[in-house]
């Protein structure tokens, strides 16, 4: 079964120093991958995706993944935090049987501090 | 130019109460969902259509029937209302010929139970 975890429910940072937001999967398959970002009071939108075309993916607003499939990982970094990055981050892999079915991570909170 | 929306964006009403949301995508998307987030701000898929048919149907309380008129809509149902139907609803769309089927996400309902 295909499963995601966030390392990390809550992250602070100071504002221009980088992001680091860790998310782990499992799956039988070659998976799909997404982070997508939820401010406060918002819907989700996509960061970045990951499709098996190149192991690190560059997002929308600075953001940037890589997929390393020795350690099942899909890691979300940014190297100078920004305050309107502060939001809530899911990682999340996309069931295999073509359903569509997105699976979601728990969550991270992402502080950045002035 | 909204992609995905939502009415209403805020819903509170009392216990046995019956409720719709209403969701309209303008993407020319087949598929659509609906994903429940709870107070915990976790995501779960409920229901997917494609093409105003189920595909995906979570285990999820029969006092829940989503209704899809046409492929742009699909429109969320819930009788006699719980205190635990509390949470944010998310609509979202997308095209499964895309190869990485990324769906986008409409605002979300809060819909409060008292």
């Known amino acids: 079964a295909q499963s995601v975890t966030q390392l990390d429910s809550h992250v602070s940072v100071s504002e221009g120093t980088p992001v680091l937001l860790r998310c782990n999967y499992s799956?039988?398959?070659?998976?799909?991958l997404f982070w997508y970002v939820q401010h406060p009071n918002k819907g989700l939108q996509l960061l970045l995706k990951?499709?098996?075309?190149?192991?690190l993916v560059k997002g929308i607003n600075g953001f940037e993944a890589e997929f390393k499939k020795s350690e099942t990982s899909f890691h979300l970094t940014k190297p100078s935090a920004h305050m309107s990055d502060a939001a809530e981050y899911f990682c999340?892999?996309?069931?295999?049987?073509?359903?569509?079915?997105?699976?979601f991570g728990q969550g991270t909170t992402l502080q950045v501090k002035p | 130019d909204t992609a995905v929306s939502q009415t209403p964006k805020y819903l509170v009403t009392q216990m046995g109460n019956d409720k719709s949301i209403k969701c309209e995508q303008n993407?020319?998307?087949?598929?659509m969902y609906w994903y429940k987030q709870d107070s915990k701000k976790f995501l779960k898929i409920m229901f997917s259509?494609?093409?105003?048919?189920?595909?995906i149907n979570e285990t999820v309380p029969n006092r829940f029937s989503p209704k899809s008129p046409d492929k742009a809509h699909l429109n969320l149902h819930i009788n006699s209302l719980e205190l635990g139907d509390s949470a944010v609803y998310f609509c979202?769309?997308?095209?499964?010929?895309?190869?990485?089927?990324?769906?986008?996400f409409g605002p979300g309902t809060r819909l409060t139970v008292l």
């Open positions: 259509y494609n093409n105003k048919e189920l595909i």
């Open positions: 799956s039988s398959y070659s998976p799909s």
């Open positions: 993407l020319g998307h087949d598929t």
């Open positions: 990951y499709t098996s075309a190149a192991t």
């Open positions: 999340v892999v996309s069931d295999p049987g073509n359903t569509g079915k997105l699976i």
């Open positions: 979202a769309s997308s095209d499964p010929l895309e190869s990485t089927d990324t769906q986008y």
